[in-house]
């Protein structure tokens, strides 16, 4: 019997990704059409809006079978306050267009296809390739959930011959995902492997591009969702859930950039984290007692390594109760974070969701959530009682705003001890009794009243919880930059938080999944990303935690991280060999802050990432277009790790333009692939022709000295010309927001037999004190011209010759 049901399972599963087999929603019958939106009623009594959000931005949603319902909340959009840009309707006997400056919908009445063309050249971008779809018999085609949850819903569109698809959030998986499928249902994931799906995180935005065209679809639905990149057929891509509403919104480009910033619009931006956040990060599973951390963080400056935070893992709490400090192991908090403080050193505490469920009162957490009736019930009334660290625990029902509130503030306690973050983990949510989610079914959420279980809320829960930290967070240090770092995630969490790969493996395959995974997650909203580096589980060895470093040297979470029985990988623990050359990378990265600030900067106001794919800045290149062992900073820097042992030597493709070796300053012509030697102590590392880069002086941290002075690295393009920018701010205030920044433009231009340094007028009202600037044009090789000037904060223009 038990071996019937789990054939049928198999089938009833293989058939919710069969989407042929669904309904199809009826031919247009009638249309009606507002100030912003088009409703299409059709024959099955189905109905579809069309909403105009702006020019290069149109919300697709559709009921089968049914009306519009009135209701409409997303936990991931941040903007509802559109402005209607221009739009038109024209309508013909088989069809209704809807036209913008850029975008044209035209929708074809029967069957109901959607197809998104350029305003301009009506050249096709994406097409229905079938009509949107649903489970006609109004139950989940999948078997995992309850039948109250909903109907599978799906849309489906043509797959083109030469289009590539990129971002979906978290997967483990490279960067052109065209040819494969994925679903998303937030899970517990330690030790994955390429392919493993799904992981952490449900980021269901993804974008396609084609003859260097691209589009953008963010499908907002947070029930167990996939997507099909022409894997089971070359006929189509699709996208479907397992309840909820088919609603998508299609973003226009032509330019991925475009199409990032329409993101960060819509679902909103990373707040600038604190400065120090970009600094280097130790921790352990875990470092306990109090003195070990200490030591920790002596061997860090006895050895020259610069390092700004140091985490403490479960093993702080007591009884892995959060709000608690283990009172043996650290009996106090305050007088060691004060200590660490004096160093340099900033201390984030990891806090679980997982709140110890216990018998006896006198968990101040415990006993306030259910006296506040705050944690989650299922649907018959009974506490959910998951198993976590601490064994049995509770769950906060995140849904519910004031219990949002309520978590916030019980971070008074960590900020009383003077602790700087907070690592939110086990978000998604984990739970030991049964990693699926099965065990979660009947558990209920308030969800704006609608009273609806984890099939809907189990992917946006960590998003909640990171709200309520960051929040919390906020109201409690106002004038403070929170810092959250989070493994679980919806589409929006970069309003909230940072994030981390999880428990991957201290392995080369694992390695080589860094750079795909961080430029997809940059590509889905998500700037602020790292992995572990050395890898969490295993033993790694000096080889693989060196050429780890040479990759997360330059990401913006930059975390050395292991597990409780792995190997211990400090960047001393496999000897002074391999320290020496780590050390060399670290203490880059810190000179390399200003124009890394610079670069986060741009992520958090356009929405593009720093650490990028080489499509993302040449999408017009097909070389480009599936590169995922290499990556760029910014615009600027073009990184070729090692990820493999005992190479020494590797392709590398430089895209069209002028080329400088970063360590010798040797010149290339691009739009061709390399040769290159790399050596265990060396990553291969190009700067573009035409960029001005600024660097610092090597700190041991964030804010040890100023930044004095600011070296402009000059790289002439072919013409002699460069231009940069630095960012600066105080690092730790929300005042950014409110102007108290400097942003300094430099430009350089041939000029006679020398060059003409231009800087211009810094924006902003920020005042960095006295320093000197200093400009080095790199293209002359061991003839390198310097200029020293002092920052005079205006602008001027001065030869170099
Ligand atoms: C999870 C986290 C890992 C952490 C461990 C103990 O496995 O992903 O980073 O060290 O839990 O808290």
């Not at 959607?114 to 999948?142: C, K, V």
């Not at 797959?159 to 040819?179: C, M, P, T, V």
């Not at 000029?751 to 920020?766: A, D, I, Q």
Request: hydrophobic fraction near 35%.
């Amino acid at each position: 019997m038990k071996r019937l049901l789990l054939i049928l399972a198999c089938l009833t599963s293989v058939n919710a990704q069969d989407i042929t087999t669904l309904e199809k929603i009826g031919p247009v019958v009638r249309f009606e059409n507002s100030e912003k939106t088009v409703t299409l009623h059709c024959q099955d009594n189905s109905q579809v809006q069309l909403t105009v959000l702006a020019p290069d931005l149109v919300r697709v949603r559709a009921a089968f079978t049914k009306p519009i319902p009135t209701k409409d909340h997303s936990w991931a959009v941040a903007k509802d306050d559109w402005t209607t840009p221009r739009w038109n309707l024209t309508e013909t006997p088989d069809s209704i267009t809807i036209t913008t400056d850029e975008l044209e919908v035209v929708v074809h009445r029967s069957p109901l296809l959607i197809d998104f063309r350029d305003a301009r050249t009506h050249q096709l971008l994406n097409a229905d390739e079938r009509p949107m779809s649903y489970d006609a018999n109004g139950r989940l085609a999948g078997i995992q959930f309850d039948s109250k949850a909903g109907m599978f819903v799906a849309a489906s569109k043509k797959f083109g011959f030469d289009e590539h698809f990129y971002g979906l959030g978290e997967k483990a998986a490279r960067l052109d995902k065209r040819r494969m499928s994925f679903v998303n249902w937030n899970s517990d994931t330690p030790g994955y492997n390429e392919n493993k799906d799904p992981i952490y995180q449900t980021i269901p935005f993804y974008l396609g591009l084609q003859r260097g065209i691209a589009y953008g679809i963010f499908f907002d639905n947070s029930y167990r969702s996939y997507f099909d990149f022409g894997r089971a057929s070359s006929e189509r891509a699709w996208f479907g859930a397992e309840g909820g509403e088919m609603n998508y919104y299609f973003f226009y480009g032509p330019s991925i950039k475009k199409i990032l910033g329409r993101y960060a619009d819509l679902t909103g931006r990373m707040p600038l984290p604190p400065l120090w956040a970009l600094g280097n990060q130790q921790s352990r599973w875990s470092y306990f007692p109090d003195t070990m951390v200490e030591e920790v963080v002596g061997e860090y400056r006895k050895r020259d390594l610069p390092l700004d935070v140091i985490y403490l893992d479960i093993d702080y709490m007591n009884g892995y109760r959060v709000f608690t400090f283990d009172k043996e192991r650290f009996p106090d908090p305050r007088g060691l974070t004060e200590k660490l403080r004096r160093q340099g050193v900033k201390v984030v505490t990891i806090v679980d969701p997982g709140i110890k469920h216990q018998k006896e009162r006198g968990y101040h957490a415990f006993d306030q959530g259910l006296e506040k009736n705050f944690f989650q019930r299922r649907r018959n009334g009974d506490l959910f009682v998951p198993r976590v660290w601490p064994g049995d625990s509770v769950f906060v029902d995140f849904t519910l705003p004031d219990a949002r509130r309520w978590w916030g503030d019980l971070h008074r306690f960590y900020i009383d001890n003077g602790i700087a973050g907070i690592w939110n983990d086990m978000n998604e949510p984990s739970d030991f009794v049964d990693q699926t989610g099965k065990n979660q079914l009947d558990v209920v959420s308030y969800d704006e009243g609608e009273k609806t279980t984890h099939a809907k809320n189990r992917n946006t829960f960590a998003l909640l919880m990171a709200r309520g930290t960051y929040e919390g967070l906020e109201r409690l240090q106002p004038d403070r930059r929170p810092y959250v770092i989070t493994r679980a995630a919806y589409a929006g969490i970069q309003r909230y938080s940072t994030m981390w790969t999880g428990d991957t493996n201290s392995t080369w395959e694992a390695l080589s999944l860094n750079i795909p995974m961080f430029t997809s997650l940059g590509l889905s909203g998500e700037p602020f990303v790292g992995s572990d580096v050395g890898g969490f589980i295993g033993r790694g060895n000096g080889e693989l935690l060196v050429r780890s470093y040479q990759i997360s040297f330059l990401a913006p979470f930059c975390r050395n991280h292991k597990q409780h029985d792995g190997y211990d990988q400090e960047p001393w623990r496999f000897g002074k060999y391999y320290e020496d050359i780590i050390r060399k990378y670290l203490k880059l990265r810190y000179a390399l802050l200003p124009f890394l600030y610079t670069t986060l900067e741009e992520a958090h106001r356009t929405g593009v990432p720093l650490f990028r794919p080489l499509v993302l800045n040449y999408q017009d290149d097909p070389n480009t277009h599936n590169i995922d062992d290499q990556f760029m900073i910014g615009e600027d820097l073009l990184v070729a790790p090692i990820m493999k042992p005992d190479v020494t030597r590797r392709l590398v493709y430089l895209p069209a333009g002028v080329w400088y070796d970063y360590w010798s300053n040797k010149r290339y012509a691009g739009g061709t692939t390399i040769t290159v030697d790399a050596p265990l102590d060396v990553v291969p590392m190009f700067v573009r022709g035409g960029a001005i880069v600024p660097m610092g002086p090597t700190l041991n941290y964030v804010g040890e000295k100023p930044t004095d002075p600011v070296t402009f690295n000059i790289y002439p393009d072919d013409a002699g010309s460069a231009a940069g920018r630095l960012y600066e701010d105080d690092g730790l205030s929300p005042g950014y927001k409110r102007g108290v920044f400097r942003r300094t433009a430099v430009a350089v231009r041939r000029s006679g037999r020398g060059f003409l340094v231009s800087l211009g007028t810094p924006e902003g009202t920020y005042n960095p004190g006295p320093r000197t600037f200093n400009f080095v044009l790199k293209s002359l090789g061991s003839a390198a011209k310097v200029l020293n000037i002092k920052d005079s904060g205006h602008a001027q223009e001065i030869p170099l010759r």
